[in-house]
């Protein structure tokens, strides 16, 4: 999963749930802070793959499951 796509999912989720979904740019690029509701998550790059193992610690730094943002995507 890109990490444009994690960010789509994620707002998606937002609007069933009713939190609040934004993505704040730090510096240049495409570096940023993805807010879910009062949580947050960096994304560095949101043209480039996310691994496994980082889309599960992204996913537990905003309080979603991974299985809840798959599902979303469907």
Do not use: P
């Amino acid at each position: 999963m890109k990490g444009l796509e994690f960010e789509q999912r994620v707002r998606r989720l937002g609007a069933l749930t009713g939190a609040h979904v934004c993505f704040v740019c730090h510096g240049r690029g495409n570096l940023g802070r993805l807010y879910y509701g009062g949580r947050f998550t960096t994304l560095q790059d949101r043209k480039q793959d996310i691994g496994k193992g980082l889309l599960w610690a992204m996913c537990r730094q905003l309080g979603i499951s991974l299985e809840d943002l798959l599902r979303v995507g469907q």
